[in-house]
């Protein structure tokens, strides 16, 4: 069974970094490309970045200057690093892969 | 940036009768391969998007063929027939074409 899991904390700072972890469980991270998406708060989706089944990443240019994704084949984990978050940024993250999109996490942006 | 643009529903929909979403895209999504990349998802309300429609018309698996896509290079349409509870949400299509990825701003479907 295909299953998507995001961690991290839920409320950072202004100006501070943000680290997601995605954990993935009945598929391999090298046969699979796995998406970011986010959401503000009753708003729309916004797609994030990728990083495909071979290790390579592309992302969004909007966030490209403060956003990094990496994985860990081995802990079927991938990461999320976005840098200098401002309120704007606050939201609930997704990690998808395939056709299978994890729970979400809600990620507060405020001091 | 591709830009989706998706029509409104005149909601609220009666239960049983059939509901039509459309979207748009500034560019054409069909591939020199033959495929159009424009999936389409539904959220129902407090949950993940769920993964409904992908190369325009190929129903993910598991999805009720209630659920249809159709259309060209920029114009789609997703039929729900027969519109059920469940089926109550918000819809986005996305394209899956070019980087960014970029989502229509959402349909919203509510049931009579």
């Known amino acids: 069974q295909v299953q998507l899991k995001e961690s991290g904390p839920g409320l950072v700072q202004p100006s501070q970094t943000l680290s997601l972890t995605c954990t993935v469980s009945?598929?391999?991270?090298?046969?699979?490309?796995v998406h970011w998406v986010r959401q503000p708060p009753g708003k729309g989706l916004e797609w994030m970045g990728v990083?495909?089944?071979?290790?390579?990443?592309d992302y969004n240019s909007a966030l490209k200057p403060r956003l990094s994704i990496s994985r860990d084949t081995s802990k079927s984990q991938v990461f999320l690093t976005m840098n200098s978050l401002q309120t704007e940024d606050t939201g609930i993250y997704y990690c998808?892969?395939?056709?299978?999109w994890g729970q979400g996490v809600m990620v507060t942006v405020s001091s | 940036d591709i830009v989706m643009t998706q029509g409104a529903l005149p909601n609220p929909v009666p239960s049983g009768e059939s509901a039509s979403i459309t979207c748009q895209s500034s560019?054409?999504?069909?591939?020199?391969?033959?495929?159009?990349?424009l999936n389409w998802y539904l959220q129902r309300p407090g949950q993940s998007p769920q993964f409904l429609i992908y190369?325009?018309?190929t129903r993910a698996s598991g999805v009720s063929d209630r659920f249809s896509g159709s259309g060209s290079g920029t114009d789609f349409t997703l039929k729900i027939s027969r519109v059920e509870a469940e089926d109550v949400g918000v819809y986005y299509c996305?394209?899956?074409?070019?980087?960014?990825?970029?989502f229509g701003a959402g349909t919203k479907l509510e049931l009579k």
């Open positions: 998808k892969g395939s056709v299978y």
């Open positions: 009945g598929f391999s991270l090298t046969s699979y490309n």
């Open positions: 990083i495909w089944s071979g290790g390579n990443t």
């Open positions: 560019k054409s999504l069909l591939h020199s391969n033959g495929k159009t990349y």
């Open positions: 190369w325009m018309s």
């Open positions: 996305q394209q899956d074409l070019e980087f960014p990825r970029t």
